[in-house]
C-alpha cells in the first residue's frame, strides 16, 4: 500500500482578474521508508506542493485534487479540522532559511518543547514540564547537538544556519513522523554542513523507516541520497521513476535537458564554452503557456504539445510527454487537427 | 544589559544637555532683561538684581553663565514664575504628578483598546470585522480632541450625571499629598473615607483620561494592525503552522510577542504626541496639571514658567522614551546583547 497517493492535485493562485493555475494537476506517490526527490527549478511550484500537503498555505491559493489518500485513509473525505490534524501528527516539515522559520523572539528550548506533543508524556500535570524538557534533550543529541544546555538557552540568532536546520530537524522529530518533507534544507549552507544534514536525514529513514520527500533544485546533489525522483516543471509534472532511471534514461526532454546542464555530464566539454542548456528561462506565473508548458522551450516541440500530455506509464518510469525520448513502446499518436 | 543601559543614560544626558542650552538661549532670545527672564524678579530691588547678577555670574563669559545655570537647575532652582512671583520648582513639583498621572493612565487605557483591537482586525484580515475596526480608528483620529472633550462633557455629565466634569477629586476629600500621584496618596492616607476618595478620583479621571486615549489607541490600532499582519505572514508562523500548533497557540506564543516589539517603539514616539492632547484636555477639564499650568502661562507671557515647563516636560517624555527602549529590549533578544558578531 502506498503511504501518500495524491491524483491530480491542482493549486490555483486566487488573484482579482483571473486565477493563476501555479499547480497544474501533478501526482505523486511515495511508499512507505522511501526517500523521494522532488526536482525541478526554482519557481515550479515544488515548495508549493509541499506546503500544500502540510496544509500552511494560506487563503489566497486554492488547493484541489482528484485523490488524496495518505497511508490508506481517503482524506478528502475528512473535514478540514480532521485532515489536519492527521496530517500534523504524521507529516512534518523542514523549511529552508531554518533560521527564519524559528521564532526569533523565543527561546530554543521553549520552542522545542512546545512542538512535543503531550500524547507522548505520561504522568501528572506537574511532572509534564520536566518530561518535556527531557524529551527536548533527547530530541536535540538525536539530531547529533551534543551541548544541549546551551543550545536550549540560545536564541535562533545566536546559532548557526545549520544548527538551526538540526533544531529544525529535532522540531520535526518531536511528533514522531512517518513522512518527512524537507524543502531546500541546504539552500545557502556549506558543503560540509550539506553533507551533515543530508546524512542525518538518511540515517533516520534507514534507523527509523522514515519516508522522506527531498526537495530539491539541484537534480545531481541528491540522486546520491534518494530511491527515487519526481520531476516538475513550472508547476507541471514531468517525470518520476527511480534514480537511476531519471538519470539514465531519462524519456522526457527536460529531465534530458536537467541533467545534462550539470557539469559533471559535461565533463568531455572543452574548457571555457558554454554548458549545455535549454534556451530562455521558467515563464512567469502571469505569463503560462497553455498545453505542456515546457512547449516554448522544448527541442522535440510540435504541434500537439498545446494540448497538455497524459501521464504514460513505461514499467513503473512515468513520463508527461508526447514524444519521450526513448519509448519502450510505440509512442502514443495523438494528433490534434486543427489546434492554434 | 549594563552597556544597554549606559547607552541609554548617556543619550538622556546630552539630550537634556541639548534642551537646557535651548532654554537657556531662550532667555536671549525673549524680550526683556537676560536676568529678568532667568529669574523671573521682576519686582527686584537694585540691590537684589546685584546679587542674582552675582548669583547667576553674568559678568562672566557665556559658558560660565551656562554652566550656573545649570547647576542653579540641578539644584531645583528655576527662577521665580513672572505671574504669580512663586517659586517655580514647588509648583512644578505640585502640578507634574497630575499630569503624569493623566497621560500614563490615557496611554494605557489606549494600549489595552488599541492594541487588541489592532490583532483582531489582522487576524480577521479583509472580513468585516476589520473594516469595522479600520473605519472606526478613522473616524477616532480625525476627530479633534478639544470638540470631543466637550462633547464628552456634554453628555457624560451634564446630560447622563456618569461622571464628574472637572476637576482632579471632590473637594470634599482631603487628602495629604505624599508622593504627589493622587491614587497612591490615597491609599498611603488613613482617613475613614478613603475608598470613597479612590472611587470619587476615579470617577474623575475616566473622562479625561478616555477624550485623551482615543487619538493614540487609532495610532495603536493601525500599527497592531500592520505588524500583526506582517507578523503572520512570516515563516516562522508558517513553521509553527506545519509544527502542528493550533492557531491560538501561535497567536499567543509566538505572533503577539514578535509584533508588540514592533509596535512598542513607537508608543514611545506616540507618547510625546499624547502629552500634547493632554495639555489641552487639561484646559477643557480644569485638571490641576502642568499642561494647564504651561498654556496659562503662555496667555500671560510668563517666560521663566515656559522655560521651566518645556524643561521639565519634556525630561517626563523623554524618561517614559527611555522606558519604552528597555521594555523593547526586555521583549527582543536581538536588542540587548552584543552587536556586531562581536564574539
Not at chain 1, 28 to 55: D, I, P, T
Not at chain 1, 295 to 317: L, W
Not at chain 2, 241 to 249: H, N, P
Request: hydrophobic letters at 45%; a positive charge.
Amino acid at each position: 500500500m502506498n503511504l501518500l497517493d495524491i491524483r491530480n492535485l491542482s493549486i490555483e493562485l486566487i488573484h482579482d482578474e483571473q486565477n493563476i493555475l501555479a499547480v497544474d494537476k501533478v501526482s505523486l506517490s511515495m511508499k512507505e521508508g522511501e526517500v523521494r526527490g522532488l526536482v525541478g527549478e526554482s519557481g515550479s511550484g515544488k515548495s508549493l506542493l509541499a506546503q500544500a500537503l502540510v496544509g500552511v498555505l494560506d487563503d489566497k491559493w486554492h488547493v484541489h485534487a482528484d485523490r488524496f489518500h495518505w497511508r490508506g485513509i481517503d482524506l478528502l473525505r475528512l473535514s478540514i479540522e480532521e485532515r489536519k490534524a492527521l496530517l500534523s501528527r504524521d507529516i512534518a516539515m523542514i523549511f529552508q532559511e531554518p533560521m527564519a522559520c524559528l521564532d526569533p523572539t523565543t527561546a530554543i528550548g521553549e520552542q522545542l518543547t512546545e512542538a512535543i506533543d503531550s500524547g507522548q508524556l505520561s504522568g501528572f500535570f506537574w511532572q509534564r514540564k520536566q518530561q518535556r524538557q527531557a524529551a527536548a534533550i533527547k530530541l536535540l543529541h538525536k539530531v547529533g547537538i551534543k551541548n544541549h544546555r546551551s543550545c536550549l538557552a540560545s536564541y535562533p540568532h545566536q546559532l548557526t544556519e545549520a544548527l538551526c536546520q538540526r533544531v529544525m530537524i529535532a522540531m520535526a522529530l518531536a511528533r514522531r513522523p512517518i513522512l518527512l518533507i524537507a524543502d531546500e534544507p541546504t539552500a545557502a549552507m556549506e558543503n560540509t554542513n550539506e553533507g551533515q544534514i543530508f546524512r542525518l536525514l538518511a540515517s533516520l529513514n534507514q534507523l527509523k523507516n522514515m519516508s522522506i520527500l527531498l526537495i530539491s533544485h539541484d537534480l545531481e546533489n541528491i540522486t546520491y541520497w534518494t530511491n527515487t525522483i519526481t520531476v516538475m516543471y513550472s508547476g507541471q509534472f514531468v517525470e518520476a521513476g527511480t534514480t537511476t532511471q531519471i538519470f539514465s534514461k531519462p524519456l522526457h526532454p527536460y529531465t534530458r535537458a536537467l541533467v545534462d546542464s550539470s557539469p559533471s555530464a559535461n565533463l568531455h566539454l572543452p574548457a571555457k564554452s558554454r554548458l549545455k542548456t535549454l534556451p530562455g528561462s521558467i515563464p512567469l506565473l502571469q505569463h503560462l503557456p497553455i498545453g505542456c508548458r515546457l512547449g516554448p522551450r522544448c527541442p522535440r516541440a510540435q504541434q500537439a504539445c498545446v494540448k497538455a500530455p497524459s501521464v504514460t506509464n513505461f514499467h513503473g518510469h512515468k513520463v508527461s510527454c508526447h514524444f519521450p525520448l526513448t519509448p519502450l513502446k510505440s509512442p502514443p499518436k495523438k494528433i490534434i487537427k486543427g489546434a492554434c | 544589559m549594563l552597556v544597554f543601559t549606559l547607552r541609554r543614560l548617556s543619550l538622556f544626558i546630552f539630550t537634556m544637555l541639548l534642551l537646557t542650552l535651548l532654554s537657556f538661549s531662550l532667555n536671549f532670545l525673549f524680550p526683556g532683561e537676560t536676568i529678568i527672564n532667568l529669574t523671573g524678579a521682576i519686582n527686584a530691588t537694585p540691590s537684589q538684581l546685584i546679587e542674582l547678577n552675582d548669583a547667576y555670574q553674568t559678568h562672566r563669559n557665556i559658558f560660565w553663565q551656562y554652566i550656573t545655570y545649570l547647576s542653579h537647575i540641578i539644584n531645583g532652582d528655576l527662577g521665580l514664575s513672572m505671574a504669580s512671583q512663586s517659586d517655580i520648582s514647588t509648583e512644578i513639583v505640585t502640578l507634574l504628578p497630575a499630569t503624569i498621572e493623566l497621560s500614563l493612565v490615557a496611554l494605557f487605557i489606549a494600549m489595552f483598546i488599541g492594541i487588541p483591537l489592532g490583532f483582531l482586525a489582522a487576524i480577521k484580515h479583509n472580513k468585516f470585522t476589520d473594516n469595522l475596526i479600520l473605519s472606526l480608528s478613522m473616524l477616532g483620529y480625525s476627530i479633534p480632541v478639544f470638540w470631543l472633550g466637550l462633547l464628552a462633557i456634554l453628555t457624560f455629565s451634564i446630560s447622563l450625571g456618569w461622571f464628574p466634569s472637572a476637576g482632579q477629586i471632590s473637594l470634599l476629600f482631603e487628602i495629604k499629598s505624599v508622593t504627589g500621584i493622587q491614587f497612591i496618596d490615597i491609599l498611603l492616607s488613613d482617613s475613614p473615607y478613603k475608598w470613597q476618595a479612590f472611587i470619587d478620583a476615579t470617577a474623575h479621571i475616566i473622562l479625561p483620561a478616555c477624550v485623551i486615549a482615543v487619538a493614540p489607541a487609532t495610532i495603536f490600532i493601525r500599527l497592531a494592525r500592520t505588524s500583526m499582519i506582517e507578523v503572520l505572514e512570516t515563516s516562522y508562523i508558517r513553521a509553527a503552522s506545519a509544527k502542528g500548533l493550533t492557531f491560538q497557540q501561535i497567536i499567543f506564543r509566538h505572533a503577539i510577542r514578535n509584533s508588540l516589539i514592533k509596535i512598542i517603539r513607537h508608543v514611545g514616539l506616540q507618547f510625546a504626541n499624547l502629552v500634547t492632547i493632554a495639555m489641552v484636555t487639561e484646559v477643557i477639564f480644569s485638571w490641576p496639571g502642568i499642561g494647564r499650568w504651561l498654556i496659562e502661562s503662555i496667555y500671560q507671557r510668563d517666560y521663566t514658567a515656559i522655560e521651566s515647563g518645556l524643561l521639565v516636560l519634556s525630561c517626563f517624555i523623554f524618561i517614559v522614551h527611555i522606558l519604552t527602549d528597555f521594555i523593547y529590549a526586555a521583549l527582543n533578544p536581538l536588542a540587548r546583547g552584543n552587536k556586531y558578531g562581536a564574539r
